[in-house]
């Protein structure tokens, strides 16, 4: 790991296509401020983990069942997070819900990219592909992608940037989920990623 570079740890639940988005954009170049340090699900099967291994990242993965609770959860996740030095940690397909005892500790230091414009479809049990049924139940024309802070309200962070998509007649929520995915969440998180590591970066000098 560079000094001169901001550790991230990325947070995941599934498959991580937002943590691959991020991994392409470090080996492309497009994260010239920032270093992917550390992967942590919560899943111990999740795909994601395979991802940080082919390229060489530490990857960790632990169920809040199995630390026997949240406190004990979130006490393993901050050890791990602060083992390696992490300065922005990014949830990338996270569905465990943090604490406001672990989002004041981390405050401004967490991020969530969302599948919609929040404040539309967001909140408590709003993830995945029940945010684009949602979107098609109400019939909207635009949807798209936020990156936000993280606190103790599930997707009430302050926003960072948001990116619109299109919705398409005859979309089912899998192909909207798809658009939302190529059109904004894997261009917008990298490029918060990266803007948020530069300020860190700044910071320290």
């Not at 401020?33 to 999740?46: F, K, N, Q, T, W």
């Not at 983990?49 to 004990?72: D, N, Y």
């Not at 819900?97 to 401004?108: H, N, P, V």
Request: hydrophobic share 40%; glycine share 12%; aromatic share 6%.
């Amino acid at each position: 790991m560079s000094d001169t570079k901001a550790r991230i740890a990325v947070l995941v639940s599934g498959g991580g296509t937002n943590l691959q988005a991020i991994l392409d954009a470090q080996q492309r170049g497009g994260l010239p401020s920032g270093e992917v340090a550390l992967v942590i699900s919560d899943r111990p099967g999740a795909y994601a983990l395979e991802r940080a291994r082919t390229h060489g990242i530490p990857a960790a993965a632990f169920s809040k069942k199995e630390c026997g609770g949240q406190r004990a959860f979130e006490e393993r996740l901050a050890e791990a997070i602060d083992g390696v030095g992490a300065e922005l940690i990014v949830l990338a397909g996270f569905l465990s819900i943090l604490s406001e005892d672990f989002t004041r500790r981390y405050a401004g230091q967490i991020i969530n990219i969302h599948p919609s414009l929040i404040p539309s479809f967001c909140g408590a049990g709003y993830y995945g592909l029940k945010v684009h049924e949602a979107a098609l139940a109400r019939g909207v024309k635009v949807t798209g992608a936020t990156v936000h802070y993280v606190n103790e309200i599930p997707d009430g962070g302050e926003i960072i940037a948001q990116k619109a998509v299109n919705v398409l007649p005859g979309d089912t929520p899998e192909t909207l989920q798809r658009r939302v995915m190529e059109e904004a969440e894997w261009i917008l998180l990298p490029q918060c990623v990266e803007a948020l590591c530069a300020k860190i970066v700044r910071r320290r000098g």
